[in-house]
């Protein structure tokens, strides 16, 4: 074939050629009409789901706040240790103590590596006996607090707050190629566990002390329907088994008769056998007598044997990101919409494969929510789920605490940067 020997226009640099791939220089031309301005999903035809522009939080908006009943278990802060302060120390736990109660809201600690910090906050937790949420810039710093603060208060409840992932792949797409890359996560069974430990203790308990990451201002499942979908369970109680075991199946345990292991529940005659998400070498026997609960016995699970008897128990879900069957048909309502309104904008901007894609993905994810209340990678759809507007933040771990909680950010010059 012969070569061309067009001159090049002025001004235009013949192109280089480069070896491997790389995008290609060309401007992004917008289909549709010019000058017009593309809406974040779809065009409108008729009242838009989604807005053009992302608004910012409500003015109005209020984080919901759970029931706090005035019985809730409340053992003292009470400060375990050899030491005594020392030094500046005694200034500094007085000085945060009168301002944490005057209702200052900020305030600031400063000193070297080994003066005490840890301990002046241990004093400031036990002097103004209130639940407290302590921020560390990562996962080895928080373990290392988790147990200093374990140690200082072995009679309350202190609690482990971080991510659960040993490792995150996020999903992608090529079109170019029509290629899609799976999400890949391994998640850590024990620190999954120490979650749901730790919202269990918040909402049971006002001697709580969390230390958690950042990962605790990430979205979780919302504490209304957390909170709405947990059940009690009380000796002398008449309870159908099959509805119980229904319960338990939409708080996202599984029946397993063989493999039992937390998270999951099995049937033995009359015997139903809860292993409790938030425990780790204690699980439930609920010893049935027709529809009368008969006796609830602690066991480990391991062995088989009895280690106490109990009056009650109160069973939370497998997952934080729980929802009612009603508010499930109703968030899938919403899905559809809204990824009719995405399809009708991809179709006409020519993403074909794309929306071949996103179609394929998310039907799948509905049907999967459907037939078991739940689908790999909920999480993406939590505006529906929770039922939060447009803007709006969604549910994370702070709308578990308390309002009179104290929050302490370790090492915040690193931390605050992080939020």
Known sequence: MARSTRPTPQGTPKPVHEPGLREAQAPFIQDGPVGGRMPMFAPVTGPRLT???APGKPTDWTPHRPDRPAGRKHIPFRLETKYIPA?????????????????????????????????????????TQRPALILAPNKTLAAQLY????????????EYFVSYYDYYQPEAYVPRTDTYIEK??????????MRHSATRAILERDDVIVVASVSCIYGIGSVETYTAMTFTLKVGDQIDESKLRADLIALQYKRNDLNFERGMFRKRGDVLEIF????????WRIQLFGDELESIQEFDPLTGKKTNDLEEV?????????????SLNQAMTGIKAELKETLDWMVENGKLLEAQRLEQRVRFDLEMMEATGSCAGIENYSRWLTGRGPGEPPPTFFEYI???ALLFLDESHVTVGQI
């Open 314 to 326: 109160t069973v939370y879900a497998a997952s934080h990101y729980v929802t009612p069957r009603p």
């Open 276 to 283: 409790p998400v938030h425990m780790e070498d204690r699980a």
């Open 87 to 127: 030094g500046d120390q005694p200034t500094a736990i007085a000085e945060l103590v009168a301002t944490a109660e005057a209702g200052e809201r900020d305030q600031v600690l400063l000193g070297v590596t080994g003066s005490g910090k840890t301990f002046t906050m241990a004093k400031v937790i036990e002097q």
């Open 51 to 53: 807005p053009e522009e």
């Open 147 to 158: 147990s200093e603060f374990k140690s200082f208060f072995p009679d309350n409840a202190v």
């Open 184 to 193: 890949d996560s391994s998640i850590n069974e024990q620190i999954d566990r």
């Open 402 to 404: 308390p309002d009179n």
